[in-house]
């Protein structure tokens, strides 16, 4: 069974620059997560996705962060314009459906450095 | 809110030793709790999944705890070996409506030959 693929694996962008990841969760997991990840923290949530809905997005910085998921399937998290702080490994996850007790798999992440 | 605590931050053993890593949370009304692995540069991998009417699970080497009441977990690690070496990282769900989870900072495990 393919797991949970990202792309690019890395990215390094200037400050006010743009900036989007790709995720692809395993196939048939109707529920997908974007986390952010800093150097030296645990994984922090950003939004949460039912096939093609927004579940929870209330951690997400909305001013500069947007995320999608139009077909139910692939996601994209997208950030524009980017800060320093934005530096960090972006990281996606699936799982079969929102019940609780329910593993979630996670994909190898995105490290994304701003200058 | 949930707060999430793990302590050590980092731990280093020798080969061969057990060890035990630390778990707190603030919010003892939990559905479960989740220990993860997460090797440098890669994603997370499950390693245990403790429901709530669970004292513990076992796998393998690992064997974790959960103490609801009192808001804790522990993830023992017998015979440690280098290829152990990673960063544990323990999670519960975000808000008990889902599977959104909230992280603890992680202990970071360097096991010596």
């Known amino acids: 069974e393919a797991g949970v693929a990202q792309s690019p694996r890395y990215k390094i962008i200037e400050k006010r620059q743009s900036v989007a990841f790709w995720c692809n969760p395993i196939s048939g997991h109707a529920t997908l997560y974007w986390y952010q990840q800093i150097l030296g923290q645990g994984p922090k949530l950003l939004i949460q996705?039912?096939?093609?809905?927004?579940?929870?997005d209330s951690q997400l910085p909305k001013d500069r962060f947007s995320a999608e998921r139009l077909k139910g399937v692939d996601s994209t998290l997208k950030i524009q314009p980017a800060k320093l702080e934005d530096s960090a490994v972006y990281l996606c996850?699936?799982?079969?459906?929102?019940?609780?007790?329910?593993?979630?798999?996670f994909g190898q992440g995105t490290r994304l450095t701003v200058v | 809110k949930q707060e999430v605590t793990q302590i050590p931050a980092a731990l280093s053993v020798p080969e061969g030793e057990n060890l035990v890593l630390n778990c707190s949370f603030t919010d003892s009304a939990i559905y479960n709790l989740q220990w993860f692995r997460q090797d440098p540069g890669k994603g997370l991998t499950s390693l245990l999944l403790?429901?709530?009417?669970?004292r513990e699970q076992t796998s393998g080497r690992l064997n974790a705890s959960l103490d609801k009441s009192s808001g804790r977990s522990t993830l023992y690690i017998a015979a440690s070996q280098p290829g152990d070496s990673a960063t544990y990282l323990c999670a519960v769900p975000y808000n008990n409506a889902g599977n959104m989870l909230t992280f603890g900072g992680g202990t970071r495990l360097m096991v010596k030959p």
């Open positions: 996705f039912q096939n093609n809905g927004v579940v929870d």
């Open positions: 996850a699936s799982s079969p459906h929102r019940g609780l007790n329910t593993e979630a798999f």
């Open positions: 403790i429901q709530s009417s669970q």
